[in-house]
């Protein structure tokens, strides 16, 4: 064993190796990164050596081979990126696990413009001093909610948090039980309230809340009245809920504050193209909510975040507490923000510039004509099949809307088709598909013609 263990060569004799020597000027590595995972291969050889795992125990060379190809795995493994581009076949809109919205061009030359350089971030140019980032997005978002007055922060589930924090610890929020949801299994209503230190009034039935139910729960500890949109479920028959206009007058009436969160809060109103129910972000201010909350990457179509507003008075106090400080933004996603926000000036061209928008308001013909396009440079040895089927708007958004779509089903004799889902997602862009009736499943809704080139080129492996 001893004779065998000592076959290894020393570190510093692999150091010389040519294949180290390259390593080491094709890699972005230091020699001394690359140093200690050689001595990690050299460890593990070793390992498998006294395991008796290696069979080609009297050949030296094999040995320095087993190392160094334990040595790009490692490397490999280091230079992929974890977080990745995903193809996504699933049609699936605003899909959470896949990073929701994409990014018009607007937000992504300006995300990489204030990436590259410095920024006006909180500094005000026209007086030369100190500024503040909330006023870089502020005018354009009461230009297009119609709002006194409105900031920025890190998600909707932290302005949720905000919100009932700022003026809620330590008092009730009445809130009915038909809207206490959870939404992606992470963000409950009832326990983002506890977080807050606010207690929660509930009221009303699952199915029906009444105006007399609000009524009778406000007492003087009550601070607000919330609304939350249910827009990732949907309870149908014999319903009632009470609006926030018919709310309106009672709040002001006992003083208490009326606030709706909106989840997905739409600056365009896709109800003009039949599609869903939902309300705008304006029409929720204008019922007379003194505050909404609302996500930057539902159906607004931008980055990450959670924007507040509503009453001048309320966001003012917003913005100086200390919490605003911890839910901050950075300056990428107030680079992307303001750009998406600028799109919806223009009611005609918002639905081709925000990617969101077009892939929702992508009509089965043309995402059939996507699919014929497509097929021109796909090899015969695929067995093809279009179907029609729905896609999802996604991301806890109109639940009940489906998207008519067209699939295309692929299968060829090689594989099977769980086999192709699951080594499709191991490329580079990882492609993700469904399985239907032993077919993988495309949904063209969602992948774009700049990507065919890298899916025809993930596809080809399987040929
Ligand atoms: C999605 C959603 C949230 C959470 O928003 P994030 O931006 O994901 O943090 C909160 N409330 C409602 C009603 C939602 O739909």
Redesign the pocket.
């Known amino acids: 064993m001893h004779q065998l263990l000592r076959q290894i060569p020393a570190i510093h004799e692999l150091q010389q190796d040519q294949r180290f020597v390259q390593l080491l000027e094709t890699s972005h590595v230091s020699k001394a990164k690359l140093t200690e995972w050689l001595q990690e291969a050299v460890a593990h050889v070793r390992k498998e050596l006294l395991a008796g795992e290696c069979s080609d125990e009297n050949d030296p060379s094999r040995i320095s081979n087993t190392i160094f190809q334990r040595l790009i795995e490692r490397l490999s493994y280091h230079s992929t990126y974890k977080l990745r581009r995903v193809i996504n076949g699933t049609g699936t809109v605003l899909h959470t696990n896949l990073g929701r919205a994409r990014l018009s061009d607007r937000a992504i030359k300006q995300v990489m413009e204030t990436a590259y350089s410095y920024s006006n971030l909180e500094y005000n140019l026209s007086e030369g001093k100190r500024g503040s980032r909330h006023e870089l997005i502020e005018e354009l978002v009461k230009e297009m909610t119609g709002a006194e007055a409105a900031m920025v922060v890190n998600?909707?589930?932290?302005a949720?948090y905000l919100v009932l924090k700022a003026f809620a610890n330590g008092k009730n929020v009445i809130v009915s039980r038909g809207e206490l949801?959870e939404?992606?299994g992470s963000?409950r209503?009832s326990s983002i309230m506890e977080e807050s230190g606010a207690e929660l009034i509930e009221v009303g039935t699952t199915n029906k809340t009444h105006f007399y139910d609000y009524e009778n729960a406000l007492t003087e500890d009550t601070a607000m009245i919330m609304k939350?949109?249910?827009?990732?479920f949907k309870i149908i028959g014999f319903t009632k809920e009470v609006s926030i206009a018919e709310l309106q007058p009672l709040a002001q009436r006992h003083n208490v504050l009326l606030y709706e969160?909106?989840?997905?809060g739409a600056l365009y109103d896709l109800r003009k193209d039949g599609i869903g129910d939902e309300p705008t972000v304006s029409e929720a201010l204008k019922k007379g909510a003194d505050l909404v909350?609302f996500?930057?990457?539902?159906l607004l179509g931008g980055p990450?975040?959670?924007i507040i507003a509503g009453k001048k008075k309320w966001i003012d106090r917003l913005k100086k507490h200390q919490l605003a400080r911890v839910l901050r933004v950075d300056k990428m996603t107030l680079a992307a923000l303001e750009a998406t926000l600028k799109e919806y000036a223009n009611e005609e061209t918002v639905r081709e510039t925000i990617p969101t928008l077009k892939a929702v308001l992508l009509t089965k013909e043309e995402i059939q004509s996507r699919i014929e396009t497509f097929l021109h440079d796909l090899s015969p040895s695929w067995h093809r099949k279009i179907k029609h089927d729905v896609s999802q708007v996604g991301?806890?958004?109109m639940p009940e809307v489906t998207l008519d779509t067209s699939l295309l089903l692929l299968s060829n004799s090689n594989y099977t088709a769980q086999s192709l889902h699951n080594q499709l997602r191991q490329k580079e862009p990882a492609v993700v598909t469904r399985i239907i009736d032993d077919q993988i499943a495309l949904d063209f809704r969602t992948i774009e013609e700049h990507e065919f080139a890298d899916l025809h080129r993930c596809l080809k492996e399987f040929e």
Do not use: E, P
């Not at 969160?261 to 997905?264: A, I, N, Q, V, W």
């Open positions: 998600n909707n589930a932290a949720v949801v939404i992606g963000f209503v939350v949109h249910t827009s990732n969160d909106l989840g997905s909350t996500s930057g990457d539902k990450q975040a959670g991301g806890g958004t």
